[in-house]
């Protein structure tokens, strides 16, 4: 379990300095997603070769937790194939909804999320970028 200040400053600091943030216009896969409850705007790029995630990109505005969650995503998709990118979003979804998951290590900054499940107001702003990954992989599967 991360303790609460920890769990702070890493989403502040994927906040302040956000992983792969801006338009990817080679993408092959977008999707956008919204959190009207908070405010939260993202739209999710993602280019793959094949079946692997070769880049993931994103955009968007909203508070700090849907921006940091969005900045894990893109750092941890990187390289997966979409079968393995399901199954973290199943993960991570998983986490935040305090279902049964297979935890992350403690140095894994999406850890940090899962600090959020204390504030349940605040999961959708965490599951928003997780949610907008589902949408462009559940129509990869059609
Ligand atoms: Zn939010």
């Not at 792969?20 to 705007?41: Q, R, W």
């Not at 909203?62 to 390289?79: D, F, K, N």
């Not at 979003?89 to 140095?107: C, I, S, Y």
Request: with cysteine; net charge negative.
């Amino acid at each position: 379990m991360v303790d609460d200040e920890l769990y702070r400053e890493i989403i502040l600091e994927h906040y302040h300095h956000p992983r792969y943030k801006g338009a990817l216009p080679d993408a092959n896969l977008t999707a956008e997603g919204m959190n009207p409850l908070c405010g939260d705007e993202l739209t999710l790029y993602l280019k793959t070769d094949g079946d692997r995630i070769v880049e993931a990109r994103f955009d968007g505005r909203g508070c700090s937790i849907s921006q940091a969650s969005a900045s894990m995503l893109t750092e941890a998709v990187r390289g997966l194939t979409l079968h393995e990118a399901k199954g973290l979003q199943e993960r991570v979804k998983a986490m935040l909804t305090g279902a049964p998951h297979e935890p992350f290590d403690e140095d894994d900054d999406l850890s940090a999320l899962e600090g959020v499940k204390n504030y349940p107001v605040r999961i959708k702003c965490a599951l928003l970028a997780w949610t907008t990954l589902g949408e462009i992989l559940g129509q990869q599967e059609e």
